[in-house]
Structures are given as structure tokens and as C-alpha cells.
């Protein structure tokens, strides 16, 4: 489960990380036409980075209002049943940035 949260947030990162990489790299490079390479590689890193960080950011604070009011639920509490099963309304706001994050971090339906 972990890993296809993984998964989505690099895809993300990277399709997002492309798109302004490519814009930057138009814009400087009509600006100074001797750009260095090194330069665009630093901005592509870091925005990669920051791309990652903004969007489990998101997906936290997403999930934090949604449990705040009750979009999210757990099923399956019964005494020792280790089988609990998580349900997001379908009404849900970002309710795909809840699902990332329950996605990342499993451990948070236990809290």
C-alpha cells in the first residue's frame, strides 16, 4: 500500500517537475541563449523536491479535515480484530489526496 503511494507521489513529482522544467528552461533560455546546464539541473531538482513535499503536505492537511469532520471513518473495530477497513465518504473535498495519505502512512488510521 505504501509503495503505490510512493508511486503516485513520484509520478506526480515528475510529470509536474517536467512541465515547469520545460517552461523555465524556454524562458531563460530566451533570455540568455548560453544558459548553463547546470543551472536548469538545479532547478529541476529542487523542484522536484518541493513538488514532494507540497503535495504530502497537502495530503496531510487533507486528511486532517477530513477526519476533523468526519469524512473519514474506521470499520472494523471490533476487540483484536486487526483487519480495520477505512471508509471516505464519496462527498469527500481532495478526497483523492485523503487516500494518499492514508495511502503513505497506514499507521495513521491507528491514532
Request: charged share 20%.
Amino acid at each position: 500500500m505504501m509503495f503505490r503511494g510512493l508511486c503516485k507521489v513520484v509520478a506526480v513529482a515528475f510529470v509536474t517537475n517536467q512541465v515547469l522544467t520545460t517552461i523555465f528552461t524556454y524562458a531563460a533560455q530566451q533570455l540568455d541563449s548560453a544558459l548553463p546546464h547546470d543551472t536548469i539541473w538545479l532547478f529541476s531538482c529542487v523542484t522536484s523536491g518541493l513538488v514532494t513535499l507540497w503535495l504530502q503536505a497537502d495530503a496531510r492537511r487533507a486528511f486532517g479535515f477530513a477526519r476533523e469532520k468526519g469524512f473519514v471513518k474506521k470499520s472494523g473495530e471490533k476487540s483484536g480484530d486487526a483487519a480495520q477497513h477505512v471508509q471516505i465518504a464519496e462527498d469527500c473535498p481532495k478526497r483523492w489526496l485523503v487516500i494518499l495519505h492514508i495511502e503513505l502512512n497506514p499507521a495513521a488510521m491507528q491514532a
